[in-house]
Each structure stands twice: as structure tokens, then as C-alpha cells.
């Protein structure tokens, strides 16, 4: 038997779906990268194809010292990618649709950051509260406002994407709804419910692009961050 | 009034963000719009940042739509 602690601990689905996405990525990078041929077929194009896109990104955002955070945020891309696309599959889960795990992605974000603002900066880095030229008598409105708009960065960043999720599959719930709603009524309404049918099908091409873009979305603000600890401003 | 039909109507009056954030997109995309015309070498480069404005508005839409669900649901 369990105890008290150990009886929390239990596999999830969500945990399930995080290790299956966590091994597609793995499936894709180890199978991807093993023929290096010249010319890439294309599963090694696929993996190519994103190491470049994070890669480039991390490069464009933070700079030159992006190299070092490069890992990090193409972990976190594909983690909230492989959430957000598995998540679309019915009968699936969406972990990302879950606060604790977005909160806890963007909480390990800020700590991170402020980590390596600390270890670039040392105490310069709270000169970061108060830009270069501003008047000294603003600072009781300046630093306060900084301070809270550094702290309610993992609040945005968790709540968009939860939110993001969330929404798109209420979405599907409400269509899907309107499906039984209306097949359950007449013929009439039978024949009307491929309408809410034929807009759910639109609704998952829509759903998608979100799962990209909020992964993108996810690792971009991630990369802007890091580059502020970097380069202070 | 009785608690329900406030908690229908206060759900209504949160989602009024959405006003704001039709009217954010709607700027976005046209400056993108406006931006590719007058230079389209410069696509590739704006695209990304279109994109990253739009997903930003669209989040404050989403923050509206949880305080509806919220005061909807809970």
C-alpha cells in the first residue's frame, strides 16, 4: 500500500501523453540524425528542418550568447508543441490545457532567467528596474511598475497558453453540442447538424496553427526574456 | 436582480475586452499588410513579428474569455 505522499503519485493520462510526446521528439531527433547523408531524406530533413528554426531563432532573439540557451528552448518548444498537437487527436489529452503544467513551464522559465541574469550581471542586474535616463525623482513610479511587470511575466506567459488551449477545445465542445442538439431533434435537424460538423472540421486546420504558433509563441517570449538577462535591455 | 441573471450579464460585460482586441488585430495585420506592400523583401522578417503581436492580443482576448468561463462556471 501506498502512502499518504506516494498515494498522490499516481500516472496520470496527461502523464502518459508527456511521455509519449517527450519519445516522438526523442524518435525524431535519434532516427533523424542517424543516416547523415548529404542530401537528407526526409526524416532527417524533418529534424534538420526544426533544429535550424529554434536554432535560428535563439540566435536572432538573444544574440551571439544564444548558442548556450539554444537547448533549453528547443526542449521547451518541443514539449509544448508535442502537448498542444497531441492534444488534438480525440480521445487524447491535453496536457498543456492544465495551469499546473503551463505554470510550472513558466515558472521554470522566470527562475531560469533570473538565474542567469544573476550570474551574467551579479547585482547590476536590479539596475535592470530602472532604465538608463530616467529621471531619479520617477523612480518610485518607475521601479515599482518594472517590478510588477517583471513578476506578472509568468503569469502572462502560463495563462496564454492554458487559456489558448482551453478555449480551442470549449470550442470544439460547444460545435460538437450544437451536433447532438440538433441530430437528436428531427430529420431537419439531422440534416442541419453537418453544419456545426463541417465547423468543427474547420475548427481543428484552425486549432493547428494555434498549437504551432502558441509553441512558437511559448519559445519566442522565452528567447526575449533570456536575451533581457543577457543584455540587460 | 436574482444571482443568476448577474452571472449571465457579468460574464457578458467581461468579454467587452474583445471590443479592444478586434480593434489591436484588426491594426496589427494592417500594418503588416501595409508593411509587405510597401516593401515585400521585408517579409520574412515582419511576418514573424505580425505574428507575435497577434498571438499577444489574442492572449488578453483569451485572459476576457477565462473571466467569463470563470464567472460562468465556478
Known amino acids: 500500500m501506498a502512502g499518504p505522499t506516494a498515494s498522490w503519485l499516481t500516472f496520470t493520462q496527461a502523464n502518459i501523453i508527456m511521455v509519449i510526446g517527450a519519445g516522438l521528439v526523442l524518435w525524431l531527433l535519434y532516427y533523424g540524425a542517424k543516416p547523415r547523408a548529404v542530401v537528407p531524406g526526409r526524416l532527417q530533413a524533418a529534424a534538420e528542418l526544426s533544429h535550424d528554426f529554434i536554432y535560428r531563432m535563439a540566435i536572432d532573439q538573444i544574440g551571439p550568447e544564444g548558442k548556450a540557451y539554444f537547448p533549453f528552448v528547443f526542449t521547451l518548444f518541443f514539449f509544448v508543441l508535442m502537448g498542444n498537437l497531441l492534444g488534438l487527436i480525440p480521445f487524447s489529452f491535453t496536457y498543456t490545457s492544465h495551469i499546473a503544467v503551463t505554470a510550472a513551464l513558466a515558472l521554470m522559465v522566470i527562475v531560469i532567467v533570473t538565474i542567469v541574469a544573476l550570474r551574467e550581471h551579479g547585482l547590476k542586474f536590479f539596475t535592470y528596474f530602472f532604465p538608463d535616463g530616467a529621471p531619479v525623482f520617477l523612480a518610485p513610479l518607475i521601479v515599482p511598475i518594472e517590478v510588477i511587470s517583471y513578476l506578472s511575466r509568468p503569469v502572462s506567459l502560463s495563462i496564454r497558453l492554458f487559456a489558448n488551449m482551453v478555449a480551442g477545445h470549449v470550442m470544439f465542445a460547444v460545435f460538437a453540442s450544437f451536433v447532438v442538439m440538433l441530430g437528436g431533434a428531427s430529420i431537419l435537424g439531422a440534416v442541419g447538424a453537418a453544419f456545426p460538423l463541417a465547423i468543427n472540421v474547420v475548427l481543428m486546420g484552425f486549432e493547428l496553427l494555434v498549437a504551432a504558433l502558441q509553441a512558437y509563441v511559448f519559445a519566442i517570449l522565452t528567447c526575449i526574456y533570456l536575451h533581457d538577462a543577457v543584455h540587460l535591455h | ?74
Open chain 2, 1 to 74: 436582480m436574482d444571482v443568476a441573471a448577474a452571472t449571465k450579464l457579468g460574464a457578458g460585460i467581461a468579454v467587452i475586452a474583445l471590443a479592444g482586441v478586434g480593434i489591436g488585430i484588426g491594426n496589427i495585420f494592417s500594418a503588416l499588410v501595409t508593411s509587405i506592400a510597401r516593401n515585400p523583401a521585408a517579409r520574412d522578417q515582419v511576418f514573424g513579428l505580425g505574428i507575435l503581436g497577434f498571438a499577444l492580443t489574442e492572449a488578453v482576448a483569451l485572459f476576457a474569455l477565462l473571466i467569463a468561463f470563470l464567472i460562468l462556471f465556478t
